[in-house]
Each structure stands twice: as C-alpha cells, then as structure tokens.
C-alpha cells in the first residue's frame, strides 16, 4: 500500500483543522474583544461626563444663587441704611431663598471684618434665621479669600467639613460653598460677602446614580484628600492633613495630576478618572478628581475575559463535528448580547437623563426632535411620541402666524450650523398651549456634517422671576401696613412735581394719641390699630392715588386731579372713617381712634420737600388745635 501524501494525511487535516479553527477563533475574538473594550470606553468617558455635567450642574445653581443674593436691592438697601427696618427685608430675602434651595445648608452675609450679620440655616428639613449665635469667621481660609475678591466677583472654596465655633461640626456636614463679593453699595461702605454652602453629600449622591452597580464613585480635592471612595479615610484629611491618597501613593499622585484624564490600577482594581473645575465666566474654582473604581476587577478583565472565552470556543469548535456552525452560533449569541447591553445602557442613560433635573432633547441636523425626557415633557406641556420628528424652532419658536420668539437667528439652528455651543440665562420657548415659558438654555453639538446633533438643556427659572418680585416689593412697601415707603413715596412726587399742569396734592396724617394706645395695650394692639387705619383710608382712596408710611403712626396721600377744596373734602371723609373705627385687644378691650389731617397742594417751583413741609406745618396746627380735624397749610 502506498503512502498516503502528507497534504491527504490525518496528521496534516488536523494541523489545517487547527489552524482554520484557530484562525477563526482569532479572528472572530479579536474583534469581540475589540468591541468590549470601544464599548467599554464609552460607557467610562459617558459616565465620567455625566458626571461632569451633574457637578457642573449643581456648582452653576449654587454660584448663580450666590450671585443673585449679592445683587439682590433688599441686601443692598440694608448696607445703606444699616437699619433694623431694613434688616428685616434682608434676613426674610435670605430665608425665603433657604426654603426655595433645601439643598443649601447655609446662606450667610460676612461683613467686611469676617462678622456673620445675616445668617439662615437648614436643618432637619426647616428653614431657620439665626439671630442670636452670629460668629466671628475672619479666621476661615474662605472668609480671607472671599474679602480678597474684587466687588463684583465670584469665587468656589475647596470642599471641607463645617466648623461652627472653630470646631468640626458632627455628624459632619461635608460642603462647597460659593462666595459673592457685594459690589460697592455707599460711598464710605465697603461691602462684605454673600456665602451659600451647598450640601457636597447631595452632588455626591448625585453623581453615585451616573455608576452601574458593578463600580463606585471616587472623588478627590486637588492635594489629594478623599472626598468619596476612600471608605474610612473619606473627609479624614480635614482632621489628619496626611490622610490623603497623595501621601501614601505619592509617585501615582504626581502622575495623576499631570494627566487631564487617564486611568491606573491599584490593589487588583481599575480606576479611571478625569479634572474637573467649574470655569463658567470669570468665577474661580479649585479642581477636584472625578473617577470610578470598578469594584474587584482589574484594568485587564476585558482582555482575560476574551482570552478564556477564546480557548473555550477553540476547544468545543476542535470537539464538535460542526465546528463553523458552532462559532457561527456562538458570535450571532455573542452579538445579540452586545446588542442587548447597549439597548440596556441605552435604557440607563435615558433613566439618568429623566433623573437629570434639567429637561434633555436631542435634535438632528434640521433641528428635529429625536426625543425628550420627562421633566423637557413638564416644561413644555409636550409628550415625546408628539413632539418626536417635529422642528423644534416652528413648533416652540414661532408663532401660529409665523412671528419668530428671536429677534435674530433661532439659537438651536445657528449651533447645529456652526456647532459652537450657545447658552442663555434668559430664553424663551412656547409650550403646546402656545403660553411663553422662561427659561435657561444651552445647546451642546456633538458629531459633524449631515449627522451633527445637539443636546438642548433648559431649565425653569420661573422661581426666580417670582422671588425677584417679591424682593422688590419688601423694598418698596411697608411689610406691616402694605403701604409704600418713604422712598417710594419721594420718587413718586419727585415724578409728579415735573408736571406742574397737574400738581399734586398731600395729606399729612397722625394718629391721635397713638404712643397711649401701645403704652396702655401694648405693641401688638398698637400694630393692629395701624393696620385698621391703613386698610380703612386705602378703601377710600382711588387707582392711582399714592398712600404711603413715613413714620411710626405718620401717613401721607398723595393725589392728583383734584382741585385744593376737594382734596380737603377727601381728607374729611378719611377723618369721619377713622373716627368709626373699632380694634379689638386680645382681652377684649375696643380702642377707638381719631385721626388729625394737614391738606397742601404743589405750588410751582418748590420742591417735595418743602410741599412735604407745609403739609407738615397743617398737620401741626391741627394736632394743636385740638386733633380730629382737617386744616390746609
């Protein structure tokens, strides 16, 4: 029998049968484990600037608030005056921001000497204006830095714990603060320091719902201390300075702080990590290190994993009659998978999106919707299976009869255009109803050409709109009487002196008695008494008349279109009303009042101050006169 040539031999079928199989194997593995290792790289880098985005998120919100109390009139009228009247103003400003922000465990004003002279605390979930236990800070490293800064400008401390009385405070109360230098308010003030300290735990619980279960947050200051991540040595450096990832890793430290990001193994585990500082404008901020560590797996468990599923596939591929159909069925398997993890990342992203606080819409090139979350749903009164393949500029930019919200190009185009991004403070969108809603905006783009995106953020700033006004009418109005201040009132005049074809006329009125009134009843009574008076003239008065409060029991009318007789005959009217009013006290007691009334009407070339002074003058002679009567300076 001859001998069968090596190519037909059993020994060369199975040398090609391996290298075939191995081949394949190689083949097919390699890119297996090439699309394990892209994929794992996006879900990093999209974690890590998920992360980003939630810190630059919540630092945006805590310096914007800063910024907004610092500028805010009733802060600034109160360094005018320094006043207890204006004081009130103030700490209820600071308290209502306290209530609006439960994220803030502190919104303080430091003067110029480190002195606390307005401070709100959140504690137990309430909201509590702190009196009686102002502390002196100048010694604190952000105290020292906030009083460094120029008027106007806007810093971040480093995140530490708090100290109240020059102690840590336990159980601690990790924090970021923002600090707001006043700009000048007087001539001789030079003012102090707006600081909120935001709650460092919630951006930390925060930025933990960016992770999959399978890895952990850390987060590092810039010298290295934990701040997350490092279990027992979390927030230690605050206590023993040398607590820190620095000091017993300092050869990694100094690699790690020369690499914008990058990643390390350390103790069988792979971290990876990015800087990050807030630089939004021209506010400064320390960097902090931002990572994830994933939990017992090293940096090479992608490559391991591969190359034991490959020998696998190699020895059932070399074990089974079909091995092509087996490798076939198993890389169809293995796809299916990868397919199914990323739809569930996919799931993961948009559940984190929802959870985002902020309302997420992704357009396409055109500026089509390609989805929204829920809170963009709330905002705009729009679901996502309506709004889905709908331009976002002709449905939220424009009017039914085309009229554009923008005076200039539509913001969201002209980004997916030149894919710069673009951000307002101050935008407007129409939801469905076609109502104009306020908001912040930025809009992000992200690849190029005909597959260019952009991510548009918007958020409610309706309750700063309303906080606004309500700051402006606690500077403007008496808070017990709702009648206007003396400076509201002479800016009124000072308007309606400038038209002498019309010339105002003033009421000067005094309630009879009213210092026996509060020593007989006290103040309370005292306080009804003048809020009985003040609502029984304004029902008297017509739109457009001025009714104000310029001293303790001291009132002015000012009105116009009426002639000197008949403004005397109003102040009658008002004196016979006082004259029927009854307060009751909390025993029981009726206190009734009467009311003596000075009349003046503008004469051409005087100035407010000297009509303020006839009226005055009537006043007077009424009072001594024998009170409850009218008379005409």
């Avoid at 792979?270 to 990572?291: A, D, K, M």
Wanted: net charge negative.
């Amino acid at each position: 029998m001859s001998k069968l040539s090596w190519p037909h031999s059993l020994v060369f079928k199975a040398l090609v049968l391996v290298v075939v199989i191995g081949l394949i194997v190689v083949f097919t593995q390699h890119r297996l484990y090439e699309k394990d290792r892209e994929l794992g790289q996006v879900v990093i880098q999209r974690n890590l600037a998920l992360m980003q985005l939630m810190a630059e998120n919540h630092v945006e919100e805590l310096v914007r608030d800063a910024e907004f109390i610092a500028n805010s009139p009733v802060l600034k009228n109160y360094l005018r005056s320094m006043s207890p009247y204006a004081l009130a103003p103030a700490q209820e400003a600071f308290w209502v921001l306290s209530t609006l922000r439960p994220q803030y465990d502190q919104i303080r004003y430091i003067d110029r000497f480190g002195i606390e002279q307005i401070r709100v605390n959140r504690r137990n979930g309430q909201s509590e204006l702190v009196t009686d236990d102002l502390q002196v800070k100048s010694d604190r490293d952000y105290v020292r830095k906030g009083l460094a800064l120029k008027p106007g400008e806007t810093a971040l401390s480093p995140f530490e714990l708090n100290r109240e009385n020059g102690r840590i405070e336990v159980p601690y109360r990790p924090a970021l603060r923002a600090i707001a230098r006043l700009g000048e308010v007087g001539e001789y003030y030079t003012p102090g320091i707006v600081v909120i300290n935001g709650n460092a735990d919630q951006l930390i619980h925060r930025l933990v719902t960016a992770l999959p279960a399978t890895s952990e947050l850390i987060l590092l200051n810039e010298q290295g201390g934990w701040l997350a991540g490092g279990g027992d040595q979390d927030w230690q450096f605050s206590i023993t300075p040398s607590a820190t990832f620095a000091s017993s890793h300092p050869s990694l430290w100094e690699s790690i702080k020369s690499s914008q990001t990058g990643q390390f193994e350390l103790a069988g585990e792979c971290y990876n990590y990015t800087w990050h500082s807030y630089r939004e404008g021209e506010v400064s901020s320390p960097r902090w290190l931002i990572g994830q560590r994933r939990v017992d797996a090293p940096c090479t468990t992608e490559l391991l994993d591969n190359v034991q599923q490959g020998g696998l596939r190699f020895a059932i591929a070399f074990g089974l009659s079909f091995p092509l159909l087996l490798l076939w069925h198993r890389a169809s398997a293995r796809k299916r998978e990868l397919v199914s993890n990323l739809e569930a990342r996919n799931e993961e992203l948009r559940l984190i999106a929802n959870e985002s606080g902020h309302g997420l819409l992704r357009v396409d090139a055109q500026g089509c919707v390609e989805w929204m979350n829920r809170e963009a749903e709330r905002l705009l009164g729009w679901k996502e299976a309506d709004l889905e393949g709908q331009n976002l500029h002709e449905t939220c930019h424009q009017f039914e009869d085309g009229e554009s919200l923008h005076k200039g190009p539509c913001p969201t185009l002209e980004a997916l255009q030149t894919g710069q991004t673009y951000r307002s403070e101050h935008e407007r969108m129409l939801d469905r109803s076609g109502s104009i809603v306020h908001l912040t905006m930025s809009v992000s783009t992200y690849g190029e050409g005909g597959e260019r995106r952009a991510i548009v953020a918007i958020s409610d700033i309706g309750s700063h709109i309303e906080m606004e006004k309500t700051l402006t009418e606690l500077a403007t109005t008496d808070s017990l009487t709702g009648a206007l201040n003396r400076r509201s009132l002479l800016q009124q005049l000072d308007v309606w002196t400038t038209n002498a074809t019309n010339p105002p006329c003033l009421l000067m009125l005094d309630i009879d008695h009213f210092k026996r009134v509060n020593d007989t009843y006290g103040h309370n009574a005292g306080d009804r008494v003048l809020k009985a008076f003040s609502s029984q003239i304004m029902e008297l008065l017509r739109k457009g008349d001025v009714f104000a409060r310029t001293g303790g029991e001291e009132f002015v009318v000012a009105i116009r279109n009426l002639s000197l007789a008949d403004a005397s005959a109003l102040a009658e009217r008002i004196r016979m009303a006082v004259a029927g009013i009854e307060c009751q006290t909390d025993n029981g007691d009726i206190i009734r009042i009467t009311t003596s009334i000075g009349v003046a009407i503008y004469q051409e070339g005087e100035s407010v101050e000297q009509l303020l002074a006839r009226a005055d003058g009537a006043l007077y002679r009424a009072k001594h006169g024998g009170r409850d009567q009218v008379r005409v300076g």
